[in-house]
């Protein structure tokens, strides 16, 4: 069996041995599967038009995707609140201006914070960006040496230097290569960054993070049908979009939320639970994000509910090993998107990602994004490796492992700038 060689060895330390699981990657193994309509209602009626998507078909599928994957939101946050920590006109060499925003999000007398860091092009107002979590703290992304080092919780990491879950300095710049700033500003974008764990730890302990606000005394979980660590994520994401419509330097009405792997499921669910993002790129982001679970294709159900049984909801438990039984697949939460601009990116060594599974769901999510005459994909035939598409629903599969890469960046800043119909 090929092993996923593909990840860090951080994840696969810390994660489990995968081979416990029989993974499968070869085509020819994958079973025969029902793929549901998404223009067909659970009731067997047919949609054929926006009013009927919007009124009967999309409230379906969202309540379905809330409260049997990732887990509804119980209830409102009482106040946000934001604080400018730090801003300079000369970041990067000259080349960018900085600024770091302190966020508090408040219920039931308790608190998270987290830290906005943005980078915005030097001689625009109201900015387009791009909004994209990192996985080990925004002094990752840069040299930048006034870049401020979280102190949340954080996962070990023998490449990133980190032993004892505190981020660390040392760390400083070493996932520089994920995030080509420098394109990004040059394409007329800001990037604005936030370390994942300030918002929910990534571990299996529910009891911190974003999920202790919402809880009643002595609750310690979420319901079955509550959220896991992906919708507190995509609910980070939809806090920061509601900082940035208060910061007169960014178009609130232009964030494309982006994020790699586990971010880019939340992102995805970020798009679909939030309509004011104005685009949404998946990263390879796999089993319950883009990818289609029936194909049971790379990671399933069963086992990225077992290597992490916090990330959905506790419903979502019931399709381990169970597939037939669910009455969705991740093409309809690409729909849920639409008619906002969807990305969707694979690379071909990823196969624990399931690429074809990814693009599959991408064609078939694009039959919506046509009720709304926006072009999707119009064949199944998955594209050739660099030959990206660039319509309503992007994608592309690139050469390569598991990564964020500056061919990848290049087709966001070219695609983003063609749907948000920038420069024209
Ligand atoms: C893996 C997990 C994937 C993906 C990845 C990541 O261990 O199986 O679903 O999310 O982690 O986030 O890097």
Redesign the pocket.
């Known amino acids: 069996m090929k092993t996923a060689v593909h ?1 860090s060895i951080f ?1 696969f330390v810390c ?1 489990m041995s995968f081979a416990q699981f029989d993974t499968n990657y070869e085509e020819s193994q994958v079973r025969e599967f029902n793929l549901p309509n998404p223009l067909t209602t659970f009731a067997g009626e047919k949609i054929s038009n926006i009013s009927e998507w919007s009124e009967k078909r999309r409230p379906e599928l969202f309540e379905f995707f809330e409260n049997q994957v990732y887990g509804k939101v119980p209830g409102k946050l009482d106040s946000a609140s934001f604080k400018l920590l730090e801003e300079n006109e000369n970041a990067l060499n000259g080349k960018a201006r900085r600024k770091q925003v302190e966020v508090t999000l408040s219920k039931n007398e308790k608190s998270i914070r987290f830290t906005i860091l943005m980078f915005l092009p030097k001689k625009s107002s109201a900015t387009p960006i791009f909004l994209g979590y990192n996985f080990f703290g925004n002094h990752t992304i840069t040299n930048d040496a006034n870049v401020i080092v979280s102190e949340a919780w954080a996962m070990n990491s023998e490449e990133m230097h980190i032993s004892d879950h505190r981020l660390t300095e040392a760390s400083r710049g070493l996932r520089g290569h994920r995030w080509a700033i420098e394109k990004i500003l040059e394409g007329g974008f800001g990037l604005a960054t936030i370390y994942y764990g300030e918002i929910d730890p990534d571990k299996y302990d529910l009891s911190d993070g974003l999920h202790e606000l919402f809880y009643e005394k002595r609750q310690e979980r979420p319901k079955n049908n509550e959220w896991g660590s992906l919708a507190a994520w995509a609910f980070g994401y939809s806090s920061a979009l509601d900082y940035f419509e208060q910061d007169r330097d960014v178009d609130p009405t232009k964030v494309v939320v982006f994020g790699h ?3 880019g ?1 939340a992102a995805l669910w970020a798009g679909a639970s939030d309509q004011r993002f104005a685009g949404v790129i998946s990263n390879a982001s ?3 994000g883009a990818a289609l679970s029936k194909r049971r294709f790379g ?1 399933t159900i069963n086992v ?1 509910n077992t ?2 049984p916090h990330w959905f909801c506790r419903n979502f438990k019931k399709y381990n090993n169970n597939e037939e039984a669910l009455a969705v697949d991740q093409h309809q939460l690409l729909t849920l998107i639409a008619p906002t601009p969807v990305y969707v990116a694979s690379a071909q060594d990823d196969q ?2 399931d690429p074809k599974g990814e693009f599959l769901s991408a064609y078939h999510a694009s039959t919506v994004y046509a009720l709304f005459n926006k072009k999707g994909i119009a064949t199944n035939q998955m594209p050739e490796l660099h030959t990206p598409i660039h319509t309503a629903v992007g994608y592309h599969i690139r050469a390569g492992k ?1 990564d964020v890469t500056d061919y990848d960046w290049e087709q966001y800043i070219k695609w983003a700038n063609e749907v948000l119909e920038l420069n024209q």
């Open positions: 990840f994840l994660t792997s586990r971010l499921k796999g089993c319950g990671e990225i290597s992490f624990w990602a598991h």
